[in-house]
């Protein structure tokens, strides 16, 4: 089954640094997906880019794609302590049908210091 | 913005007890998910549910698990009779549109075993 591995598995940045996480995949997708964890809560979804795109943007959020290397990062410009959390990649298989389960990476573990 | 609405946020049980976490999907949302994330871990798929039925479930979905959608809003999880190795946070997923796009979360399900 597919999987998709993020590293570095924790980062630690001063505040208005930029921080980059990558995750990788092994199977064809539909999309990949960016989600935010706060410890101990929910998930929440931050950005989606589609098989056929290569970059997205969202505020401070930049996505890249590259299918041929089946990887994606994830860029967050200006960091914030705010933004301290786990990030999880979480792709869709390209040809699963029907309900389209998410399948997640390990995640990376983000500390901003003021 | 809707939400998908879960209870209890926590819930502590004796091993060997039966536990029915609950959740209630975003109205008009067709596919519903139960995820689980033991601590510190990575979210894993448990099942999806389509149609008044299960459309995935992975290896962890044992004999133990069932889901219901009694009423045509809540969403449950039951767990027939519990192990330490259950204790996790479980996450509840809608989506209403096809090919992958969006899913929204719960805030979740902490379940501790003792």
């Known amino acids: 089954s597919q999987q998709g591995e993020e590293d570095p598995q924790a980062l630690s940045i001063q505040e208005g640094e930029n921080a980059t996480m990558n995750c990788s995949y092994k199977?064809?997708?539909?999309?990949l997906q960016w989600y935010r964890q706060n410890s101990g809560r929910g998930l929440v979804h931050l950005i989606l880019?589609?098989?056929?795109?290569r970059e997205k943007h969202s505020g401070r959020l930049r996505v890249t794609l590259d299918t041929s290397k089946k990887s994606s990062s994830l860029l967050i410009t200006a960091s914030r302590a705010a933004d301290t959390a786990s990030y999880f990649c979480?792709?869709?298989?390209?040809?699963?049908?029907?309900?389209?389960?998410?399948?997640f990476g390990q995640g990376t573990r983000l500390t901003i210091n003021p | 913005e809707p939400e998908v609405t879960q209870t209890p946020s926590h819930q502590v049980t004796q091993m060997g007890q039966e536990v029915i976490l609950r959740c209630v999907p975003i109205?008009?949302?067709?596919?519903f998910y139960w995820y689980r994330q033991i601590l510190g871990q990575k979210v894993e798929f448990l099942v999806s549910?389509?149609?008044?039925?299960?459309?995935?479930k992975s290896e962890i979905f044992d004999d133990q698990f069932s889901v219901e959608r009694p009423d045509g809003s809540n969403f449950t999880l039951k767990i027939r009779s519990t192990k330490l190795e259950d204790s996790a946070m479980y996450f509840c997923?809608?989506?209403?549109?096809?090919?992958?796009?969006?899913?929204?979360f719960g805030s979740g399900t902490r379940l501790t075993v003792v």
């Open positions: 997923a809608s989506r209403g549109t096809a090919h992958g796009y969006g899913y929204t």
């Open positions: 880019i589609r098989s056929n795109e």
């Open positions: 549910f389509y149609n008044n039925e299960i459309s995935e």
């Open positions: 109205s008009n949302h067709l596919y």
């Open positions: 979480a792709t869709v298989n390209g040809l699963s049908q029907g309900a389209q389960k998410l399948v």
């Open positions: 199977t064809s997708i539909n999309n």
